[in-house]
C-alpha cells in the first residue's frame, strides 16, 4: 500500500505527519502489514478522511468513541494533569474516538472487548509491544504513574548506559517518535528493533519525512516529573545558557535556561532531573 499511495492518501498521510503524527505512524505500521491491527486516537472531523485511506487500501475499520470504553483517561488527566483539564478531557470524552483498523474484523472485536476493560498487557500484546515494555508500563500505572514526563523519567533510570542513548528510542518535539509505546528503557533492544523498521516505513512514505524524523530524534531532552524541555541544538552543553527561542517547553512555563550535570536552573531557580543525549 505505501508503494501505490494516491494523491489523497499521501495529502492525508502529510497533514497526519506534520499535525498528528502518533497517528501517522500506527497507521503506516498497520498498512505496511508490518503488525496486524492498529488502534488510532483521533477527533471526529478526521473519521472520513482516515476511513477512505483504510478502505482503499483493502482494510476494515470500526470506530468507538472513547466515553464508550473503560476510563482511559488517567494518560492525559493523571496526577500530573499538565496536557488537559477537566474540561478538555470532558471534551475529549464527545470527541475522541479509538479508531481501529486490521484485515480481520475478529482481531477489532477482541481489541475492542481488552479496550472496554483497560486490559494494558492484553491490549499491549495485540498491539505489538515488547513484552518487556508492556509488563514496565503496567507497574508504572499500578503505581500511579501515567504523565509522559513519569514513564520517560521511568524508562531513563531502568536504562544501563546514561551518557548518550540511540536516537531510535527519543520522544522527541512535537511528538515525533519511532515506537508506538514507551520504552521500559531508553536502550530496550526490542523496541530498537521496532524503531528500525518504523524509520525504513517512514522513509518509503517520504525521504523528507525520514530527514525530519532523525533531526528531531537526535536533539536532546530534559525530563523530570513535572516538565519535558526540547532543545532545538543538538549540541547543548553544560554551562551554556539558552533563551525561550531555543527550547520548547512542556508541562511548565520556562523563560531562560542554563545546562548543569543534574538539571538546569530554569529562570534562576535550580531544577533536578536527567538530561538526555541522543545519538
Ligand atoms: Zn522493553
Not at 512535537?174 to 521496532?194: E, M, Q, R, V
Not at 525520514?210 to 532543545?231: D, G, H, Q, R, T
Request: net charge positive; charged share 25%.
Amino acid at each position: 500500500m505505501l508503494k501505490n499511495n494516491t494523491n489523497e492518501s499521501k495529502r492525508t498521510l502529510s497533514y497526519l505527519f506534520h499535525n498528528d503524527y502518533f497517528n501517522f505512524l500506527s497507521l503506516i505500521t498497520v498498512l505496511s502489514g508490518e503488525r496486524p491491527i492498529g488502534r488510532l486516537v483521533i477527533s471526529k472531523n478526521l473519521i472520513s478522511k482516515i476511513a477512505s485511506i483504510v478502505s482503499n487500501a483493502g482494510y476494515r475499520a470500526k470506530y468507538v468513541p472513547r466515553s464508550m470504553l473503560s476510563e482511559s483517561f488517567l494518560f492525559e488527566g493523571g496526577k500530573n494533569k499538565w496536557k488537559c483539564t477537566k474540561d478538555d478531557i470532558i471534551h475529549l470524552k464527545k470527541n475522541n474516538i479509538y479508531f481501529y483498523i486490521s484485515k480481520q474484523n475478529s482481531l477489532i472485536d477482541k481489541l475492542i472487548k481488552y479496550d472496554k476493560v483497560l486490559n494494558i498487557k492484553k491490549i499491549g500484546k495485540m498491539l505489538h509491544y515488547p513484552t518487556c515494555c508492556i509488563n514496565k508500563f503496567n507497574k508504572n500505572v499500578e503505581h500511579n504513574c501515567y504523565s509522559e514526563q513519569e514513564l520517560l523519567v521511568s524508562a531513563y533510570d531502568y536504562s544501563k548506559n546514561k551518557m548518550q542513548f540511540p536516537f531510535y528510542l527519543n520522544y522527541g518535539t512535537f511528538g515525533k517518535t519511532l515506537i508506538l509505546h514507551y520504552p521500559c528503557a531508553y536502550n530496550c533492544k526490542k523496541s530498537i528493533d521496532l524503531a528500525k523498521i518504523n524509520l525504513s516505513l517512514v522513509k518509503k512514505v517520504s525521504f523528507e519525512f525520514y530527514k525530519k524524523i532523525i533531526s528531531y530524534l537526535k536533539k536532546p531532552v530534559f525530563i523530570n516529573e513535572n516538565a519535558i524541555v526540547y532543545f532545538k541544538d543538538s549540541g547543548i552543553s553544560i554551562g551554556k545558557k539558552y533563551n525561550s527561542k531555543e527550547f520548547i517547553v512542556k508541562g511548565r512555563d520556562y523563560k531562560n535556561i542554563e545546562i548543569f550535570e543534574k538539571g538546569i536552573k530554569a529562570d534562576n531557580v535550580f531544577i533536578e532531573g536527567r538530561i538526555c543525549y541522543f545519538k
